[in-house]
């Protein structure tokens, strides 16, 4: 079996139960796997020098639409509200087709690996002009990262009292048959699985109670995790209020969706009940610090949820709304904004590393990632701190979140390298981004 020696780390993150870090620290991977952490490690395999660099175990992201990094910085959705904005951007989604959303794809997950992330979902809800998962799960596949793709939906088009235009909506029979067949082609339960399937009915305010209850009932009897957007902001909890006559937390119950096979992104305007109802029930959330700033949603209460139990994890959300997807960004934004909320000692540095990390792969099910200890998959963040970003810092591992890098220089998922030397090495970027540019302006004119 192939070995791999990541040798002499400035600094060692392990987010093991100890939370040990350590001062030159090797790594050792033997096939997808880690066989061993500590120092004085040695090989007959590959070694990577990583002096003067931090390594932590890979990003996690929780929350994703990897097709809207063809629609970032769109004009009439720069400074809406989320309904505005869903409704400035619904008419350019639904020209979409298979290219659109297996090259945004690519663009995105490369993105996400730049910024040292290991494992995302995605959350594909509109399926316009034939395009499908298989799509996403083909980028995936050729970026390398491992990938949790959602089978979305929308189902209450505008004539129906919904938000989006019936063009983007599907019927609800195709919608479950669908959801079927992709749990079939793609899902794998086994540890070290590259990729899981998730089902993901896009929000309440798009498809009906009938369609929520029946996802519930299909994912538990396939064995996969669900996800939806919930609480994003008050408009939302305006919403279900008036529609439901309860707020979203309830709402979720009594259709089935808590427990620790449920995560909901967002959760910006969960109350007290609603935060002990998803810690009692290990329901997770997805949180999208960036994204919730960017649409003007609100500050999500992270420390209150932390506090409580609740599993939390981090999301850079679509490209239309961050409209980046770097998740080391992500983390330093969650830092801040409880310490807008709360005061200067809210949340450290530490902690949000430590829900990017671990606290995602928690959120999305993998108690075989999230860690760097013998026994779990080989998902590595190699960080220069010897460049100008960090340059001067007296704690490297706080000045990953506090001062930066933004891009990672090494990355490997399951024992692969991804990322190297700072660039993409399993696709040509370059094509990638000249792809990207022409579809988008083919979609702007
Ligand atoms: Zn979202």
């Known amino acids: 079996m192939s070995e791999i020696l990541i040798r002499n780390a400035a600094h060692l993150v392990t ?58 910085a769109v004009p009439g959705g720069q400074d809406a509200l989320l309904f505005g904005w869903l409704k400035a951007l619904y008419p350019v989604w639904a020209r979409f087709g298979p290219e659109e959303i297996r090259v945004s794809a690519l663009a995105g997950l490369a993105e996400l690996a730049l910024s040292g992330c290991t494992l995302t979902s995605d959350h594909l809800y509109l399926y316009p002009n034939g395009a499908r998962l298989d799509d996403t799960v083909a980028a995936a596949a050729e970026i390398g990262l491992r990938f949790h793709p959602t089978r979305g939906a929308m189902s209450i088009g505008e004539s129906r009292g919904g938000l989006p235009p019936d063009a983007l909506v599907e019927e609800e ?90 995560w909901h992104a967002h959760c910006v305007r969960l109350d007290a009940d609603e935060i002990g109802l998803f810690a009692r029930s290990r329901t997770g959330v997805a949180h999208c610090p960036c ?18 139990g609740v599993p939390v994890g981090l999301g850079v959300d679509g490209s239309a709304s961050n409209d980046a997807g770097n998740l080391l960004a992500e983390a330093r934004q969650a830092m801040l904004l409880q310490r807008v909320a709360r005061g200067a000692d809210a949340m450290s540095a530490r902690e949000a590393l430590e829900i990017a990390t671990l606290g995602g792969a928690r959120v999305l099910g993998r108690d075989d990632c999230g860690a760097l200890e013998p026994g779990r998959r080989a998902d590595i963040a190699v960080w220069d701190i010897d460049g100008i970003e960090a340059a001067g810092a007296w704690d490297p591992v706080a000045a990953l979140v506090l001062c930066g890098p933004t891009r990672v220089r090494d990355l490997f998922v399951e024992g692969r390298q991804i990322v190297r030397d700072g660039h993409v090495a399993t696709v040509d970027l370059g094509r990638v981004i000249e792809h990207q540019t022409r579809l988008a302006r083919r979609l702007m004119a």
């Open 291 to 308: 994204s919730n700033c960017r649409l003007g949603s609100g500050i999500a209460p992270l420390r209150a949820m932390r506090d409580a």
């Open 15 to 72: 987010m093991n139960p100890a939370r040990e870090e350590i001062a030159g620290g090797d790594l050792l991977v033997r096939g997808g796997v880690i066989a061993a952490v500590g120092r004085g490690l040695a090989t007959a395999g590959a070694v990577i020098d990583a002096a003067g660099c931090v390594v932590t175990p890979g990003l996690v992201n929780t929350h994703h639409h990897l097709y809207q990094t063809l629609t970032r």
């Open 173 to 262: 029979a195709a919608i479950l048959k669908d959801m079927e067949r992709v749990v079939d082609a793609f899902h794998d339960p086994a540890p070290g699985a590259m990729v899981r399937v998730g089902l993901a009915p896009c929000s309440p305010f798009s498809v009906s109670r009938d369609l929520m209850r029946e996802t519930a009932r299909l994912a538990r009897d396939r064995g996969v995790m669900l996800h939806t957007h919930l609480a994003e902001n008050d408009e939302d909890v305006a919403y279900s209020l008036a529609k439901f006559g309860c707020r979203p937390g309830q709402y979720a119950e009594d259709l089935g969706w808590t427990g620790p096979d449920v």
